[in-house]
């Protein structure tokens, strides 16, 4: 069992930015990988960037690639979550999830990942 906890999240104006943190403790595995997900209501969750734990492979989103950066440190079991230029359409609760059968690079879909954070909420305002 995995546990994963999202923090960092409020609110910030647009073309702001905001750093999210993952914090994984209990059993984990260095072949795991941490994704970010995000929920807007009445939205379906969607990805939005993953990592490897060990060789830092990354996936983004066609939507946050050049604005987000994941990130990671081994060493304090945490994962990042650099979001600049923020746009109003970033608004969502932001969750982390641990994928235990990556193959190769992080994958995308939610249905793979088999644990998940509670969420932090980012708010970007105009």
């Known amino acids: 069992q995995v546990q994963l906890v999202e923090s960092g999240g409020g609110l910030v104006q647009a073309g702001g930015s905001l750093r999210l943190s993952c914090a994984v403790s209990?059993?984990?595995?260095?072949?795991?990988?941490i994704g970010w997900f995000r929920q807007a209501p009445g939205k379906e969750r969607e990805f939005v960037a993953a990592?490897?734990?060990?060789?830092?492979?990354?996936n983004y989103a066609d939507s946050v690639k050049g604005r987000f950066t994941i990130s990671r440190d081994n060493a304090k079991n945490t994962v990042y979550l650099q979001m600049n230029s923020l746009k109003p359409e970033d608004t969502a609760v932001y969750y982390c999830?641990?994928?235990?059968?990556?193959?190769?690079?992080?994958?995308?879909?939610?249905?793979?990942?088999?644990?998940w954070g509670q969420g932090t909420q980012v708010i970007v305002s105009s």
């Open positions: 209990g059993r984990t595995f260095p072949t795991y990988a």
């Open positions: 990592i490897t734990w060990s060789g830092a492979r990354t």
């Open positions: 999830a641990a994928d235990r059968l990556y193959s190769g690079s992080p994958r995308m879909g939610a249905l793979e990942y088999d644990y």
